[in-house]
């Protein structure tokens, strides 16, 4: 299994992006996928996830009103709207998957990793 994440970039505070996360191998549809990301000088830390059903989950009330996590199991791909960007928001975010299904904050229940993209949020 082969993840892709791309879509990170440069913005202002007040922006959006949108991350992409395609997936090759596995089995997509039966799969979990999740969001992390590394601010600077940081640990990896959970953004959102989406299980095989759309279920979501979310970092905190804050992340979860700014940002959205969805799939598309035509492309394999699951994706972050993030709107209302703030600095706060700058790191490398990461994509994963979890084959067994189950929606995880848990970084250590998902098997397979992307390599990350940095968002840049500035002031």
């Known amino acids: 299994v082969q993840l892709q994440a791309s879509g990170g970039g440069s913005v202002q505070a007040g922006g959006s992006l949108k991350l992409s996360c395609a997936v090759s191998?596995?089995?997509?549809?039966?799969?979990?996928l999740g969001w992390f990301r590394q601010p600077p000088g940081r640990e990896r830390l959970f953004v959102a996830a989406?299980?095989?059903?759309?279920?979501?989950?979310y970092e905190d009330a804050d992340v979860g009103g700014r940002f959205t996590i969805s799939r598309d199991n035509a492309k394999n791909t699951a994706y972050l709207q993030m709107n209302r960007l703030t600095p706060e928001d700058t790191a490398v975010y990461y994509c994963a998957a979890n084959g067994g299904g189950i929606t995880h904050a848990d970084a250590e229940k998902y098997e397979y990793w992307g390599q990350g993209t940095l968002v840049t949020v500035s002031s």
């Open positions: 989406i299980g095989p059903g759309g279920g979501t989950i």
């Open positions: 191998g596995g089995t997509f549809s039966v799969s979990s």
